[in-house]
Structure formats: C-alpha cells, structure tokens
C-alpha cells in the first residue's frame, strides 16, 4: 500500500521558517520522481518544487524560487521542503507527490499524500 506521510506543518509569523517531511513507503521511492503541491482555499492547486530520482536539478515554481528547497533522503524514503521567508500568500495545504517522470509530476501525480497545514499569521 503506497503511503506519504506529509508533517512539519504549523503557524509562523511572516519571515519565518518551516521544514515540511514527507514519508514514502509501498513503493520504490528512489525510483520515483517527488515533488511538493500546495492549495489554498478557493484556489486552484499549485506545483511548487519538484526534483528527480536523484535529487539533481530542483525545479521550482516562480513563488517558491529563492525561498524554498526541496530535497531527498533515498536512504531515508524521505522528502523534505525547507521553507524560508514565509510570505502571506503561502498559506496552504502543502502536499507531497510521486510520478515516475518529472513531466507527469507536474502535471498530474499517481500518489499524493493527505497534506500539511501552513499558516502564515502575525
């Protein structure tokens, strides 16, 4: 049974950080493209990094670029989003996702985790 586990979530004040986890298991992780997706209320769901089986050239969508890094743990079955300079408009739903391509990731994942709560508030 293919599971990801998103946690790390939480409320900070704008400017600060958080680190998002994300914990594969049912499938052959190290084999899978993985990437993070958010969707805020009323909003459609938005790519926001995406990295390939190992780890080299992240992708970032144009809100994430300079702020955020996403990274991998094969050995671990682990995906990670360091999250820096939270802005109001981060605020989501933040999803972890698996796609053996990184075409289809960005497009339309296989496996989705259930997600994590972001809260941005001063």
């Known amino acids: 049974q293919v599971q990801l586990v998103e946690s790390g979530g939480g409320s900070v004040q704008p400017g600060g950080s958080l680190r998002l986890s994300c914990a594969a298991s049912g499938f052959s992780y190290s084999d899978y493209c993985m990437g993070w997706f958010r969707q805020a209320p009323g909003k459609e769901r938005e790519g926001v990094a995406a990295?390939?089986?190992?780890?080299?050239?992240?992708s970032y969508a144009a809100s994430a670029k300079g702020r955020f890094t996403i990274s991998r743990d094969n050995a671990k079955n682990t995906l990670y989003l360091q999250m820096n300079s939270l802005e109001p408009e981060d605020p989501a739903m933040y999803y972890c996702?698996?796609?053996?391509?990184?075409?289809?990731?960005?497009?339309?994942?296989?496996?989705w985790g259930q997600g994590t709560q972001v809260t941005v508030s001063s």
């Open positions: 996702a698996a796609d053996r391509t990184l075409k289809d990731l960005w497009v339309d994942p296989h496996y």
């Open positions: 990295m390939y089986t190992t780890g080299v050239s992240p």
